[in-house]
Every structure is written in structure tokens, then in C-alpha cells.
């Protein structure tokens, strides 16, 4: 048998996702079911209260290897990946692409088959283009795939500890809320986990922004569009500002940072068209004075920092949720 499909032990916690995790692969929210979505984020919200009380020290992942390998710039995710990877048990190691040998030619596949041989478990992959983290997956015959952002696709793990700073945000009600998503929608992975995820959950999208980040065939995924921000804003349970991808303005698709402030940035007059309860928004990192006011990213509607927390919860889930069905799919 080749060293690259022995198994490693099932996690000392695996009972816990042991009838519903059906992949060892964590690649997008999209085609994620209710139930799949709420067995993962109960299970991010008991690591939640570790966080805030006695902490997380755990051994669930021992025996377990994860490989953080990052092809694009991280903070937030590279972080609490490694952070819950430590918490739980597991080997891990991390490597960006200006240190790895990609750098030299070797390919990506090549890369990530080194990696593999390495009897490496999981690997979490962030990459600048669409599609990677699904190519890895079917061409890795052992080790579990968790993308960490691929291109304008997705980012599952961002969409999740969205959903998780809504759910407690919200007292657990999805259903009967609204959110409006803000800005550059067109590239966004954050927003297409967040929509698959909040759709499938019964919240109500309202997205707004430059007509030029607007992309086609939002209403298919039972998206409503609005003109303004105040507009999407008025009576809304929450607004997710996004990041302004300043690349974007080289490309002629907006016009300049005051501008796009002044009609498209979260302002503390805006916020008062919330819900009363409504929370403000926003995945990381923030441009402040651009998409969001300073005063609002540091005043009391903001849950910036929470998700950040919530954050390391449900990399603390998804890991042990694609451990389990990977110690189920590949037998030594
Ligand atoms: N939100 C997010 O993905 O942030 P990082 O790029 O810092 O990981």
C-alpha cells in the first residue's frame, strides 16, 4: 500500500460528526444542507463557550497532520486554522507559496502530492484562483481538501463564522431575517458562502453595490438587488460591509475611494436604518474610512472582533468534521 493512503486514527471526538460527515472535503457551502450547516456550526458554538470560559485544550485531532498551505495572503484564516489545529491535537505545519517550492516550478499538484506522501491528513488550501480546492480534492487520493478561499469562489469556513455570529446575534432565528451584503459583490468569495448558507437557512438577502461588482444571475440564487445602500439597509437584521478591492479601481470598474465612501460605504448615519438589534458586518480586513467608517467598525453595533473569535470555533468544527469522515473513507 502506498505511505499516501494509510489512515490515521479516528479522532478521539469522532463520534460527534460520525453519521453526518460525508466527506473528508470541506470545498464550499453551495449544495451544504440545513442540517449539515446547523450539526457544524452546534458543534462550533460548544467550542465557542470553550473560548470564552476554561479555553480550548483538547486532544481530539492527536494523531491527526494538517498542512496550511497559502498561495494568497492571510491573517484571520491562516491563523485560527493554525490556532485550532494546536488547540485540538493535531501535527500541523504552514507554508505560503513565496516559501514553498512552487516558487522554483514545481507545480501545485506536485506541491500538494509532496505534501501528501508526507502522510499529511488534511491539507487547508487559500488560493487566487476559482476552482483549486475542488482540483485538489479529486486528484488527492488520501488527504482531506478545506478551502481556505479559492479565488472569487468560496470561502466556507468565512461563510460559517458568519452564520455563527448571526445565529447568537440573532437568538438562533434565522428565518424572518434580512441581511444586505455591501460592495464589491462580483469577487467576492465571502459573499457566495454567506448567500448559499444564509439561503439555505431561510434568511433574506438584500445585496447593493456598483453596478459593475454586481454580478449576473443573483436572483437565481434568490437574491434581491437594490439601487441604494440605504435602501438595502432600511429595516435590515444586519448589513455585511465588504472589502474594497482597491485592484479593482485599475481595472476602470470604480471610479475613486472618496467616492465610493460616499455612496457605498457603512457610515454611522446608515447604521441607523437597522433594526434596532442590527449588527454591522465585516469578513476582514477592513479599508476604514472606505467601506466602513472607523466609528463604526469600533462602535457597539459592530461584531467585526466576534467573528474573528467565532472564527477559531468553526476551524475547531470544520477540522474535526473532515478528520472523522476521512478516518471513515480511507482505511489503512
Ligand atoms: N477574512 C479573511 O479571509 O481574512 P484573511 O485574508 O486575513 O484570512
Redo the contacts with the bound molecule.
Keep these: 500500500m502506498p505511505a499516501s493512503t494509510m489512515s490515521a486514527p479516528a479522532p478521539t471526538g469522532a463520534g460527534v460528526f460520525s453519521r453526518m460527515a460525508s466527506s473528508r472535503h470541506l470545498l464550499g457551502l453551495e449544495g451544504m444542507s440545513r442540517a449539515e450547516l446547523l450539526e457544524i456550526l452546534d458543534r462550533a458554538q460548544r467550542f465557542r463557550d470553550l473560548l470564552d470560559g476554561q479555553g480550548i485544550q483538547s486532544q481530539e485531532l492527536r494523531g491527526v497532520t494538517v498542512c496550511n498551505a497559502f498561495f494568497e495572503?492571510?491573517?484571520?484564516?491562516?491563523v485560527s486554522f493554525e490556532l485550532a489545529e494546536q488547540r485540538l491535537g493535531a501535527t500541523h505545519v504552514s507554508f505560503s507559496s513565496s516559501d514553498s517550492s512552487t516558487a522554483k516550478g514545481e507545480t501545485l499538484l506536485d506541491t500538494l502530492r509532496v505534501v501528501q506522501s508526507m502522510r499529511v491528513d488534511l491539507v487547508v488550501v487559500r488560493h487566487p484562483s476559482a476552482g483549486v480546492a475542488a482540483y485538489l480534492a479529486r486528484h488527492l487520493d488520501s488527504a482531506g481538501v478545506i478551502n481556505a478561499?479559492d479565488g472569487a469562489h468560496e470561502?466556507p469556513t468565512?461563510g460559517l463564522l458568519d452564520l455563527l455570529t448571526l445565529r447568537q446575534a440573532w437568538k438562533g432565528q434565522f428565518e424572518g431575517r434580512r441581511i444586505a451584503i455591501v460592495g464589491d459583490i462580483a469577487h467576492s468569495r465571502?459573499a457566495r458562502s454567506a448567500i448559499h448558507g444564509l439561503r439555505v437557512l431561510g434568511t433574506a438577502v438584500t445585496v447593493a453595490g456598483p453596478p459593475t461588482l454586481l454580478p449576473m444571475g443573483l436572483e437565481a440564487l434568490g437574491v434581491e438587488c437594490s439601487g441604494t445602500v440605504d435602501d438595502a439597509m432600511r429595516g435590515a437584521d444586519a448589513v455585511m460591509a465588504l472589502r474594497l478591492q482597491r485592484e479593482r479601481m485599475e481595472q476602470g470598474l470604480l471610479a475613486s475611494t472618496s467616492e465610493y465612501a460616499r455612496v457605498w460605504g457603512i457610515n454611522a448615519r446608515r447604521v441607523e436604518l437597522l433594526e434596532p438589534e442590527g449588527v454591522v458586518m465585516h469578513?476582514?480586513?477592513m479599508n476604514r474610512g472606505v467601506e466602513i467608517a472607523a466609528d463604526v467598525a469600533d462602535g457597539p453595533r459592530s461584531v467585526v472582533f466576534q467573528q474573528v473569535t467565532d472564527g477559531v470555533a468553526v476551524r475547531c468544527a470544520v477540522l474535526l468534521r473532515c478528520a472523522t469522515a476521512r478516518a471513515h473513507e480511507v482505511r489503512p
Design positions: 495572503n492571510s491573517t484571520r484564516t491562516r478561499g470561502h468565512q465571502v469578513p476582514g480586513p
